[in-house]
């Protein structure tokens, strides 16, 4: 029995955390406005946004202003990300207080680890388990576990200031941490052995911490000396991948594939990489187009339209790793690859029940409305909604020819389908993960999924917002605001901008300082509006730090396209002859 299922309403977190609160009323008098005062905030965002080592918090060269200010500006531009990326019923007010108390926690323990890295690598984490809708419990344990490790924090630290759930998480991701060193050989049967292992004695949501932060891991392989990284790629691909699949984690199991594809397998990796990279914008926008082309015909069919009442269609590129399966499975050739760019129509009927075969007739009527529009490729097609398969996987599947004349492309493989098929593909008895995931089991597959919703329901309690919550922050509109506002009175007050430096590890000069940076009206106290200037000035800085990170990648990429094609050889040869000449 997974401990996930057994977590009992006794490990209800108790909220605050033996937090101080302070009775302060609002400051009367207004102080002299002050020249600049505008411009500071975006001074404080920006030192905030600066994430390199050298620029680090408590840099001696920084003024206690810009200190101060990027410490909270780290600290609300973090929560706003992460609140931002959770699903909408997740991020509810317990949950906002929750990851707030563990970023709080989490930054100045961090902001110094692994030369200024580990804080960003732990708000990846975090970013990551947010987008795989994870509940605040999860994500809080993602932000503390590197802190964890490094020693910054103590389990008691999690437990008194976060939680026990959190805790509990954590405890049990450190124990799956040593799970593959019970392994002599990793050949295939002792790895199901342990994936199964691993589903049925560790709490499920900490398999997904887990998953994430082998993800992270994966992703800075680099630094690590070349035999470790082949062990650890080894170990994702043969148990964590397949258990990212089997707990429903599809893209972040493909992208573990291909990033140990890459570790494994440098040669054959670049070999399919430079094959799909050189095809992959083109071949993208072609998905795109024909998605959109193929919505629109759909949606304008009268026929269609009686029966159904919703069309969506999700378009997807084939990975490295799945290629290269494909390619050594029968020795075919890449041009027989024929699912590399693939749409996939989903159709939900109309629901009034007169016709049991509603769902059928739609997705035909979809199959001619693609003949009429593409050319089908024979002997291609294959109706597994007429003929379900054995395991009762149901979907029509084409594959069309988009080539023109002088312009061959690759086949667009096109599957078809209602919601409940779709559902019973995605999560049933032919559910992908027992298709690809590993798993042999039908039951097992089910099993797996009811303690997943039963954890996810109990987590959900936890954090559900009571109706008669007198924490007063259940209906806020600004969630970092009323995280700092924590008396509710539509104001930070100096004492509880204080407060919260202090747990950063600012003073309250600090405090002062930051305070009379963003208090545009000398009032002495941040009104909602006054905290908006300042996220957006937060927001702005995130987003050129992002832009510099997107055109250093494009930039890199360039490059290494250029030296591949021996241009920066022949430069350097050039160059070179040049100097012996002189
Ligand atoms: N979830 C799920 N998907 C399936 C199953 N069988 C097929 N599919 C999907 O359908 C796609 C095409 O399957 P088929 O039409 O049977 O074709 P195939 O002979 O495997 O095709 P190639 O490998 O391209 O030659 C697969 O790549 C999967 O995406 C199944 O049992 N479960
Ligand atoms: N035609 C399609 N349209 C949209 N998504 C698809 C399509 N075919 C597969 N996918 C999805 O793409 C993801 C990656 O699948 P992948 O390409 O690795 O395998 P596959 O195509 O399902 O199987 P195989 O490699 O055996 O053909 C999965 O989530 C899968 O459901
Ligand atoms: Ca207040
Ligand atoms: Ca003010």
């Not at 988009?402 to 593909?425: C, D, Y």
């Not at 039951?443 to 303690?451: D, N, P, Q, T, Y």
């Not at 924490?471 to 009175?489: P, V």
Request: aromatic letters at 4%.
């Amino acid at each position: 029995m997974a401990t996930a299922a057994t977590t009992s309403a006794a490990a209800i977190p108790t909220g605050g955390g033996g937090r101080r609160q302070h009775p302060h009323p609002r400051r009367p008098g207004l102080r002299p406005r002050r020249l600049h005062r505008l411009r500071l905030p975006a001074q404080a965002a920006a030192a905030a946004a600066a994430s390199s080592p050298s620029t680090s918090s408590s840099s001696s060269s920084s003024t206690p202003a810009e200190g101060g200010g990027r410490l909270v500006a780290e600290l609300v531009g973090a929560f706003n990300e992460l609140t931002g990326r959770m699903g909408e019923g997740l991020a509810t007010s317990s949950s906002s207080r929750l990851l707030f108390r563990a970023l709080k926690l989490a930054l100045p323990a961090l902001r110094d680890g692994d030369g200024g890295r580990a804080l960003a690598r732990a708000l990846a984490i975090a970013a990551s388990l947010a987008d795989l809708q994870m509940d605040a419990e999860v994500i809080s344990a993602g932000i503390l576990r590197e802190a964890l490790d490094a020693g910054a924090i103590s389990m008691r630290d999690v437990k008194s200031e976060i939680g026990i759930s959190t805790a509990h998480l954590l405890h049990e991701s450190l124990r799956l941490k040593h799970a593959p060193s019970k392994l002599d050989v990793l050949d295939d049967e002792s790895a199901s052995a342990l994936r199964k292992f691993c589903l049925s004695y560790y709490d499920i949501r900490a398999v997904i911490l887990e998953l994430a932060l082998k993800l992270d891991m994966m992703r800075h392989l680099d630094c690590l000396p070349r035999y470790l990284q082949r062990i650890k790629s080894l170990e994702v691909l043969k148990i964590y991948a397949p258990l990212a699949h089997a707990v429903g984690a599809g893209n972040l199991s493909l992208e573990l594939e291909d990033l140990s594809f890459r570790y494994l397998f440098p040669h054959s990796y670049d070999h399919i990489d430079q094959w799909l990279r050189s095809q992959e914008t083109e071949n993208k926008l072609l998905i795109d187009s024909y998605k959109e082309q193929l919505l629109q015909a759909l949606k304008d069919d009268d026929e269609l339209s009686q029966i159904v009442q919703d069309i969506s269609i999700q378009g997807r590129y084939k990975s490295r790793f799945s290629t290269m399966k494909k390619l050594v499975k029968d020795g075919r050739k890449p041009e027989e690859v024929n699912d590399i760019l693939a749409l996939r129509v989903i159709l939900e009927p109309r629901c009034d029940g007169s016709s049991l075969d509603w769902g059928p007739r739609a997705c035909h009527r979809t199959h001619e409305i693609i003949q009429a529009m593409w050319k089908e490729v024979p002997g291609r097609t294959k109706d597994y909604v007429t003929r379900p398969k054995e395991n009762g996987y149901q979907s029509l599947h084409v594959a069309i020819d988009v080539s023109e004349p002088g312009k061959m492309r690759p086949l667009i493989e096109i599957q078809i389908r209602t919601k409940e098929m779709h559902k019973f593909a995605v999560g049933g008895e032919a559910s992908h993960s027992l298709y690809k995931g590993g798993l042999t089991d039908p039951g097992e597959a089910k099993r797996l999924k009811a303690i997943m919703l039963a954890a996810a329901e109990l987590a959900a309690m936890r954090l559900r917002d009571l109706p008669a919550s007198d924490q007063g922050d259940s209906n806020c509109t600004n969630r970092a605001f009323c995280q700092l506002d924590k008396n509710g009175d539509g104001r930070i007050s100096i004492e509880e901008l204080t407060e919260v430096m202090e747990d950063l590890g600012a003073g309250g000069k600090d405090a002062k300082e930051l305070m009379h940076l963003l208090d545009a009206n000398s009032d002495g106290s941040l009104s909602s509006d006054e905290f908006e200037a300042f996220q957006r000035q937060i927001e702005l800085m995130r987003s050129l730090d992002d832009k510099d990170d997107r055109y250093r990648k494009i930039l890199k990429e360039k490059l290494q396209t250029i030296d591949s094609a021996g241009l920066i050889q022949v430069y350097r040869k050039q160059l070179g002859d040049k100097l012996l000449v002189s």
